[in-house]
Every structure is written in C-alpha cells, then in structure tokens.
C-alpha cells in the first residue's frame, strides 16, 4: 500500500515526512494556481526531491495551475516521478501525455477525479487508456477552490472504480489516521493520501506536517494492508 503525503513546503519536513514512512511525498513547485502558502520556490524543490530519489521516496508535483503549458515547463524543470493534474480547469488528454513523455521521459502522469457522484465513474473509464495513475478526490473547498478539502466522499463510488478501471488508484480526500485503515478495507486502493488530516493548519494558508499523525496514517495504512493481503 503506498502511502501518499501532501502538501510538503519546507526540507526539514519533507525529511521528516519521509522518515516517519511516507512512500509518495508531493509539493506544488511555484506556479500560477493553488493557495500561495502551498507553493514552493524551484530551488527548494530541486533540493526535497534529490533528497527523496536518494532514499527512493516517489515525488510528485502536483499542478493545481490550469495551464498546460504552464504545466510542462514544470514538468521539464523538476522531471519528477509523477506529475498529478489536480486542477478544476485542465483535465489531461492524450496528446498532453504524449507530450509530457516528450519534455519528461521518466515522469508518469496522475489524473484527478473529482469523485462528486456517479459519473465519476465514466469519467475515470476516460482517463485509463493514456494515465499511469487516479487520484480520487473530494468536492471543492471553499478557501482552495480545489481539493484538500480534508472531507471524505462516498467511498462505494471508489470501491467501483478500483473494480472497473485498470489503472492503479490512489485514494484521497478526508483521509487520516483515523479513517485511513476503514478506507482502504472498503475501497481497496492502491496508494492512499493524506493532506489536512495529518498537517497544522495556521492563519494565511500556512501549514506544517503533523509528523506524529503521518506517522500514525503510515502505520495505520500498512496494518490495515496487510490484514488484507493487499
Ligand atoms: O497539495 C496542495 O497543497 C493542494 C492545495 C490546494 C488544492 C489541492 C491540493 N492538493 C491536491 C490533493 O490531491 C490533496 O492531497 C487531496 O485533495 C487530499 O486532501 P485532504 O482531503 O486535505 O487530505
């Protein structure tokens, strides 16, 4: 079971966050959409992520901006393990893929789905062919416009895409310690996320790893796999 932790900022986090037993570790490098405090100057992206490819912890840079162009300077820029489309403005198509493949040979390509009802279904069937991974995701928040709403959805919805699309899925939204282990018993993903849940959050759109709480969410998650036998 992978266990995925957003939204890292600072090195010394990151570091903490991948000893307490993160497997996936993401960042939104600077671009134009998301919440300002989440964004992270490219030097200190350079930095987290050499730290991560030296441990073999999996980095993400998560597009939150709804310009694709935008989207593969980045990609070019940080070459990171997987680049994740959270928008609510660019889905990605297959000439974005093939062209990603073109700029960052090495990077596979992560597509939100915004799981709001049934269709979401049909909507992750039209991703499979030309994405590497699904993240499924909880409504808008009203201070982000976007994800890390730190609420959970209907999980039978999930439970459905995990059986009828062939592409690995990682669960998000709501998810912590607390509920990460029924999750993954009812869904039975392949990686699952955690943001609001397992951070502090200050004034502003600040916020720090709670590196306990990942900790916990990492333990957590691996316990309630392998009584699975996932
Ligand atoms: O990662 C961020 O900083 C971020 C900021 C604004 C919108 C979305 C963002 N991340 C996308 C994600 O995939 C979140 O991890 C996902 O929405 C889960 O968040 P949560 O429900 O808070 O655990």
Partial sequence: MKKQIYSLIQYEESVATMEAGADNIGLVPMQKGGVPAHRVPIDRVH???????RRGVTTVAIMLTNDPEEMLELAEEVQSDILHIAGDGYDATPEFAKRLKEVA??????????VDN?????RAKNFAPFVDFILLDSGLAPDTGIGASGLTHDWNID????????VPVIEAGGLGPDNVAEAIA????????SLTKTS???DGGNMEKDIEKVRLFCQRADEAAEKLGL
């Fill in 200 to 202: 502090i959050k200050y």
């Fill in 186 to 193: 009812k869904i039975k993903p392949y990686g699952v996320d």
């Fill in 159 to 166: 439970a459905r895409i995990v059986e009828e699309v062939d």
């Fill in 118 to 122: 049934e269709s979401a279904i049909q």
């Fill in 47 to 53: 930095k987290i992520f050499d730290e991560a490819k």
């Fill in 105 to 114: 040979p090495d990077t596979k390509l992560m597509q939100a789905v915004l």
